[in-house]
């Protein structure tokens, strides 16, 4: 089964740090874009990050660029999202999310729509 | 960052009924448009993908179509577990948007 499992979210106070992990399991990690989502409370969704397979390409928002950096570990199957001077109005459920593709040699390439996605994680930035 | 304006933002609709959810691009965006359904508390869900394309294992009786700027997605009878929030997604373009959802009410 295709899994994807958020964790390191938490209360956190303004200009502080958080890194979230997302765990992955039932794909071949390696070969597939992922990105970040996030939801702030009874809002809609908001594209927050990505990554492609190799970790050679990376992609923001604006309203995290400079602030937030995606890295990934291959190895260990996992995806990371670090925060950095957090503002209030980056709380949010935030969801890592995997882009369908397909390798083809020493290549992948990716879609940029998002089939699979975790549960997500809660990120409250708050004094 | 292209913009993507759905309408309505809410409806209310009986099982059974056709329901059409429409984006529209702030520009062109080629068919590289998704819908995704949401339900109350839980993980948005892929439902089409390029524009018309069904996600394996979504009913058929949803459907999408459109290219350029403007899209819809239509659910030919409601059924009752189809109750949720939907959003289309644009992946023309760095930085991915979604529209701001439609949320599918019962009446």
Avoid at chain 1, 15 to 31: N, Q, W
Avoid at chain 1, 60 to 66: H, I
Avoid at chain 1, 98 to 115: E, F
Avoid at chain 2, 50 to 57: E, F, I, T, V
Wanted: charged share 15%; net charge positive.
């Amino acid at each position: 089964e295709v899994q994807l499992v958020e964790s390191g979210g938490g209360l956190v106070q303004p200009g502080r740090s958080l890194r979230l992990s997302c765990a992955a399991s039932g794909f071949i990690f390696g070969d597939h874009a992922m990105h970040w989502v996030r939801q702030p409370p009874g809002k809609g969704l908001e594209w927050v990050s990505g990554i492609s397979w190799n970790s050679g390409s990376t992609g923001y928002a604006d309203s995290v660029r400079g602030r937030f950096t995606i890295s990934r570990d291959n190895a260990k199957k996992s995806l990371y999202l670090q925060m950095d001077s957090l503002r209030p109005e980056d709380t949010a459920f935030y969801y890592c999310a995997k882009a369908p593709g397909y390798c083809s040699g020493a290549s992948c390439y990716s879609y940029y729509y998002l089939d699979v996605w975790g549960k997500g994680t809660t990120v409250t930035v708050s004094s | 960052a292209i913009r993507l304006t759905q309408s309505p933002s809410s409806l209310s609709a009986s099982v059974g009924d056709r329901v059409t959810i429409t984006c529209r691009a702030s520009q062109g965006i080629s068919s590289a448009l998704a819908w995704y359904q949401q339900k109350s508390g839980k993980a948005p869900k892929l439902l089409m993908h390029d524009a018309s394309g069904l996600q394996s294992g979504v009913p058929s009786r949803f459907s999408g179509s459109g290219s350029g700027t403007d899209f819809t997605l239509t659910i030919s009878s409601l059924q009752p577990e189809d109750f949720a929030t939907y959003y289309c997604q644009q992946f023309n373009t760095y930085p991915l948007t979604f529209g701001g959802g439609t949320k599918v009410e019962i009446k």
